[in-house]
């Protein structure tokens, strides 16, 4: 159902009233602010978008907001639906499929380049990430962060920026699949050892347990999520 004008600026309060963008940065603001709202689950999948809305919510005129619903169109988070217009972008289980299938590949590529190019005091770095989430069990609202952290350090040991650039697009994708799989206990609980078992290996500087314990990860990840959006297919 689409919210009624005004609905997306009460719900976020203090973030509308917040200081508006210089021009040169207003499309960048606008981009990013909506690309949140998917990401966080704000805009949900088949929810209709509207341009005067949009811009309305984020304080800015319509040039900027048509500017960023361009990009979202283009990394598929956004698509034109006959008769609804223009809505929030939703995954079939083939999508899903294929998004997990690039997560996978990427990821697994990110961990093998980052135990052969990762300086010490990033895989150090790392190591300290791993056990910093094994205090942050039960804590819903710090493990979906920290796991991004986790992976971003990855990504950057590995030291290749089109991989993160790629990574990157492949993850504002992720965002169209609902709340983070962390916030499930058990499964927080089972990508802690899936995590600490990607850090040893690049701590051993052997990218191909690297490449293969992060693979073994997202698999697990995909496992579960197809379950919990699909599971009349999966059982």
């Known amino acids: 159902m689409q919210p009624k004008p005004g609905t997306l600026a009460r719900a976020h309060g203090s973030t509308r009233v917040a200081d508006t963008p210089r021009h040169g940065a207003r499309g960048e603001h606008a981009y990013r602010r909506l690309r949140d709202a998917i990401r966080q689950g704000e805009l949900k999948p088949g929810q209709r978008i509207m341009e005067i809305e949009m811009a309305d919510w984020l304080r800015v005129s ?3 907001v048509r500017d960023a619903i361009r990009r979202l169109e283009a990394e598929g988070m956004l698509r034109h639906e006959p008769r609804n217009g223009l809505v929030v972008a939703s995954l079939d289980r083939q999508a899903v499929m294929e998004l997990y299938v690039m997560r996978e590949t990427l990821e697994g590529t990110a961990a093998r380049l980052c135990a052969r190019h990762a300086s010490d005091m990033e895989v150090m ?3 300290e990430l ?3 989430e094994r205090g942050l069990q039960g804590n819903v609202e710090a493990l979906p962060r920290h796991n991004r952290l986790f992976h971003e350090a990855i990504h950057r040991g590995a030291h290749n920026r089109y991989l993160e650039k790629s990574l990157a697009a492949v993850n504002d994708s992720m965002g169209l699949l609902g709340n983070p799989l962390m916030l499930l206990p058990h499964r927080a609980q089972a990508a802690l050892d899936e995590h600490a078992d990607i850090a040893r290996a690049i701590e ?21 999520r197809l379950k919990r959006l699909f599971p009349e297919s999966e059982s």
């Open 62 to 64: 319509r040039t900027p």
């Open 125 to 127: 770095d790392l190591v």
């Open 130 to 132: 791993v056990e910093r």
């Open 204 to 224: 051993r500087r052997d990218p191909e347990a690297a490449d293969e314990a992060a693979r073994r990860h997202v698999r697990a990840a995909q496992r579960e």
